[in-house]
């Protein structure tokens, strides 16, 4: 498989902004995902970059460079809400998906 | 509403016997799905691509004779855990891949099935 790399843990305040990074092995690259995931719960979509540049919704953003086969998630005014972990995933070959290991978010007041 | 439904969504297993999980895209045609696995507090490993009407493909690492795949219909593929033991407990989860003019393809996953074997 591929392997994808971020970060294993991040705490923020409540109110800040948090940049997650994540990179990846160009191969059959097709785009990058990015997911939230509540613990015992299913991940859920947040966004999808198959081009470069920045693609915003709402609080989260995301952004992806092929050239340095780099992409990040932005969250910004943060709630304890999004306390979570995040996973950036990688579509190769159209439409197969590998994950990174996950990033946990601790939001603190 | 959901497009590709799981289920079931928690099973409890005696050690040494067999459950299946279902998945389905409910208004679409999937000739492809996938299958994942996610021990607590780890990632989405990626276990095996289901092909409707041939045989499964197998990440490395991931034993076909224990994890058996079906994929007889274009809306339905069957993860069988064979002689399940405790370490197999694990959350399973598969995803779907859409057709959308607008989009492309759109890859959606399944709510995810939490197995736990006793």
């Known amino acids: 498989g591929q392997s994808l790399e971020q970060p294993s843990e991040v705490t923020a305040v409540e109110g800040a902004i948090v940049q997650i990074n994540c990179t990846y092995q160009?191969?059959?690259?097709?785009?990058l995902s990015w997911y939230q995931q509540h613990d015992g719960g299913a991940p859920t979509f947040l966004s999808y970059n198959a081009l470069d540049g920045l693609e915003e919704t709402g609080r989260f953003s995301s952004f992806l460079s092929r050239s340095d086969s780099y992409g990040y998630l932005l969250l910004q005014e943060l709630q304890m809400k999004d306390s979570a972990s995040y996973f950036c995933?990688?579509?190769?070959?159209?439409?197969?998906?590998?994950f990174g290991s996950g990033t946990k978010l601790n939001v603190k007041p | 509403g959901a497009v590709v439904s799981q289920h079931p969504s928690r099973v409890i297993c005696k050690s040494g016997t067999s459950v299946k999980i279902e998945c389905r895209s409910l208004d679409f045609q999937a000739t492809t799905m996938f299958w994942y696995r996610q021990f607590p507090k780890q990632s989405l490993m990626l276990m095996a691509t289901s092909n409707e009407g041939s045989k499964a493909t197998y990440e490395q690492g991931v034993e076909k004779d224990k994890f058996l795949i079906n994929h007889a219909s274009l809306t339905l593929s069957t993860l069988t855990v064979t002689s399940a033991h405790p370490e197999d407990s694990s959350f399973y989860i598969c995803s779907a891949t859409k057709p959308d003019r607008a989009y492309g393809n759109t890859i959606y996953f399944g709510e995810g099935s939490w197995l736990t074997v006793v």
């Open positions: 995933a990688a579509l190769y070959n159209f439409n197969k998906f590998y």
């Open positions: 160009t191969s059959g690259f097709y785009g």
